[in-house]
């Protein structure tokens, strides 16, 4: 069971901090059913959480030590193949992937955005809406762990990621 103040990542949501856990009395749910309080760090508003559910993952954020092997790992990561014939087929794997949580699964529907929004700006064209919005939640998600693991500013993450990457190159060059 997580405890009071501790920091979790939560679903789709992302870093929650655990506000409280009580007992909600709702008519025509569970009466006297535990939940977790929920207050995300990146966003508005609050989430109660069944303390013993297992349809939305649940697990503590990683420690400074995961973060940094993470981004050192990066560059290894392959884009995933993002090809939906539809706006909503595309929709429906970004969401399998986010649904997943995995920080593999992650990086590589990043990267694949990423790949798309240069050869559509190479294109003069714009990224899609449904890459567009998915892309914002990735990074919500992943920057906002990685902003919290290591104890930096959510804006300073993706320039956290490149000088790293940066001075990884260096060293093996």
């Not at 990267?111 to 998915?134: C, F, P, T, W």
């Not at 939640?137 to 930096?152: D, K, N, S």
């Amino acid at each position: 069971m997580f405890q009071v103040g501790e920091l979790v990542v939560y679903g789709s949501t992302g870093v929650c901090r655990v506000e409280g856990v009580s007992r909600m009395d709702q008519p025509g749910g569970d009466r006297g059913k535990r939940y977790y309080v929920l207050k995300p760090l990146w966003q508005d508003g609050l989430i109660y959480a069944p303390v013993d559910s297992e349809k939305v993952p649940m697990r503590p954020v990683i420690s400074r030590e995961e973060a940094e092997a993470l981004i050192d790992r990066m560059p290894a990561i392959p884009a995933a193949s993002c090809r939906g014939g539809t706006p909503q087929a595309l929709a429906q794997q970004y969401q399998s992937a986010v649904r997943d949580g995995g920080h593999q699964a992650l990086i590589e529907m990043m990267k694949a955005i990423q790949h798309k929004r240069g050869m559509a700006e190479s294109k003069n064209r714009r990224l899609g809406l449904v890459d567009e919005r998915y892309m914002k939640q990735v990074e919500r998600l992943l920057y906002g762990e990685l902003a919290t693991a290591l104890e930096i500013p959510y804006d300073h993450v993706e320039g956290y990621i490149a000088v790293r990457l940066e001075g990884a190159e260096e060293s093996a060059g």
